[in-house]
Structures are given as C-alpha cells and as structure tokens.
C-alpha cells in the first residue's frame, strides 16, 4: 500500500507498506486540488510494482481538479499498464458537499478501462463512492 497525499502539490506518505503496517495518518490542511501531481505519483508507484502485486489505487477527493486534463491522464496510465497479469483498480471516493459528482465519475471510469464497474474474481464492484455522511 502507498498513501500519497495531494493539493496543490503531491508528496508520498507511505510506499509500498503492508496495511497493517501503515501508521496513522497525521492531521493536515491543503490548499487547491491538482491531480495531476496525485497522478505523477501514481504513475511513478505503478512503474515499481512488482506483476505479482495488485495496485489497487483509492483515490480520495473533496473537490473538483483545476486542471482539465485528468480524465486523459488516468487512462493513459490505466492503458499503460493494463497489459499486466492484475492491471490497476481504480477507486474513486468523493466526499463533502463540494465534490463534483459527474466529473468524479468520468474520472473513474478513465481510470478503469472505460466501466464504472470493476470484476474482482466473479463479482462486480462498483469503483465510485460518494461519502453521503459529511
């Protein structure tokens, strides 16, 4: 697992940990909502896994991207590695009342070959969320 925490600005927290041994997240405040530098990130994070790992990506976001191209850039990175034995999964959780719903969506199903839905041995899961409870 790799936590990597964005606004204006991408830095990674944790890189390639075991759940269990992640440590709890510190409180902290950013200003803006760039994807892009999250998606760098990603990318880089992509490029060191191992084809017997799973990159399973929970992209968590309380607001809309400034930048436009977003939906372009996940999906290249989804095409780039799709041929892998477990391509990426893609999750995407918008919470708050300013998270854009639609804009969410089309970003998710960028970055999961086109579907909203993802199978995961012989089920379905759905790989958008919108935290209703604020």
Do not use: W
């Amino acid at each position: 697992m790799s936590i990597i925490f964005f606004g204006s600005r991408a830095r990674i927290h944790a890189k390639n940990l075991h759940p269990s041994k992640v440590a709890q997240l510190p409180n902290f405040l950013l200003t803006g909502t760039d994807f892009t530098s999250a998606f760098k990130e990603i990318r880089n994070i992509m490029a060191l896994a191992d084809d017997d790992q799973i990159p399973v990506i929970i992209f968590l976001t309380d607001g809309q991207d400034t930048i436009k191209e977003s939906e372009k850039i996940i999906s290249n990175i989804y095409n780039d590695y799709s041929k892998k034995p477990y391509p990426m999964i893609f999750k995407v959780v918008g919470y708050t009342q300013c998270c854009h719903e639609r804009e969410l969506i089309q970003l998710t199903k960028a970055g999961n070959g086109g579907s909203i839905t993802r199978n995961i041995g012989d089920k379905a899961y759905k790989m958008f969320y919108k935290c209703e409870n604020q």
